[in-house]
């Protein structure tokens, strides 16, 4: 089976990493695989080994994502667009593949419209036709409009065969934050999560009893790593970690300096997942791979969603996994180092979450998704 992947992360790096974990599920199972990145070129591990094709790279104007730039900071203009939209076709012209996968689109990326359609028109003059599928996290941006709900239904139902929907339903349905009629309701195939297996405990016992603070590296970080540490002086008992992504010195230089005895504060690190197992609680943003990364270390977890720009998805998502013992929600404009001792506490002292009904095999499961529609369709 061939299969295309077309994908565009604008700000983050999440909706590329996920793509590319679903890229490496298709490929382990023996199916000859190609990812399109429209992003940002990015060095993950999750897209190493595979084919991937890089188009013109775009990138949002901050969480401005009506307004995209090119790489260079200089908005992008039709002639990039068109450059897109060939190198989009030509593709699919010279791979020909079996499946094709929009990752987002039609229920986000509505700025890339018109080379997604025309991709998608492409598709549908090829004999026989791909089996084309969606590919969508948990919770999406709910649409702006009744309009926009309607637009992206009628597209599913006229060019796709299914949408893949990387959640389980039992903890966070797609109607948390887009409207499911009963037509769209029958093109839905829940994937269960989209992760990676579960880390192993650190082999050197890092992170053991800390609490572990992440945020990325990014001026979004900055407010709740301040408020982290006069926390840590609230709670001298406890040995507090800050992670911080990005290439700014400065910034982890002006955390650094302000740090207690009992707080450390160092760059983002490769072994997050495998400290988790071992900590006190974590402190942290509520990004699709971070919160699935703490659910499957069972951490406990205080989640501040990142709602700039009137970004709705983090909170939805924090607050469906709220549900669940062990987790707090703290808006941004109430965060304060007070209120995140009091949550800490509560959080380390709930019952320890189960979680072996939960899905996180959503890539292999989506795999055998595609695999079954393309046998139907053939």
């Not at 901050?62 to 990039?80: K, M, Q, T, Y």
Request: aromatic residues 4%; negative net charge; hydrophobic residues 45%.
């Amino acid at each position: 089976m061939k299969v295309m992947i077309v994908v565009t992360h604008l700000l983050g790096t999440g909706h590329l990493r996920r793509a590319g974990t679903l890229a490496h599920a298709f490929a382990d199972h023996g199916h000859d695989v190609r990812l399109i990145s429209g992003g940002m070129p990015l060095d993950a591990p999750e897209t190493a080994g595979i084919d991937l094709l890089q188009l013109p790279p775009v990138r949002s104007d901050g969480v401005n994502f009506a307004r995209l730039l090119d790489r260079h900071g200089v908005e992008a203009g039709e002639s990039l667009r068109e450059a897109r939209r060939d190198m989009l076709c030509n593709a699919l012209d010279d791979f020909i593949p079996d499946v094709l996968v929009t990752e987002l689109y039609p229920f986000g990326r509505r700025v890339l419209a018109r080379e997604f359609d025309a991709l998608l028109e492409r598709a549908a003059s090829v004999t026989p036709r791909p089996v084309v599928l969606a590919s969508i996290r948990d919770i999406l941006a709910p649409p702006s409009s009744p309009a926009k709900a309607e637009r992206t239904e009628h597209i599913v139902t006229s060019l796709y065969d299914a949408v893949l929907v990387h959640s389980d339903p039992q903890l966070v349905s797609l109607e948390a934050s887009w409207p499911v009629g009963p037509a769209l309701a029958d093109r839905l195939r829940y994937s269960g999560f989209i992760a990676p297996p579960p880390a192993s405990p650190h082999p050197d016992g890092l992170g053991q009893g800390e609490v572990l603070v992440s945020a990325g590296g990014g001026a979004v970080g900055m407010p709740l790593f301040r408020a982290a540490l006069q926390a840590a002086r609230i709670d001298p008992d406890r040995h507090w970690r800050l992670l911080v992504g990005g290439a700014d010195a400065n910034r982890l230089k002006e955390l650094q300096v302000k740090a207690a005895p009992n707080t450390t504060v160092e760059p983002a690190r490769p072994d997050f997942r495998q400290m988790l197992a071992g900590a006190a609680a974590s402190i942290s943003l509520c990004g699709y791979n971070t919160a699935l990364d703490i659910l499957q270390a069972g951490t406990p977890a205080v989640f501040l969603p990142f709602d700039a720009g009137n970004e709705v998805e983090q909170g939805l998502r924090a607050h469906s996994l709220a549900r669940l013992p062990g987790i707090e929600v703290l808006k941004s404009h109430d965060l304060s180092p007070t209120a995140l001792c009091e949550m800490l506490a509560r959080v380390i002292a709930a019952p320890k979450r189960i979680l072996r009904q939960m899905r996180f095999d959503g890539a292999t499961r989506s795999v055998a998704i595609a695999s079954d529609l393309l046998e139907a369709a053939r």
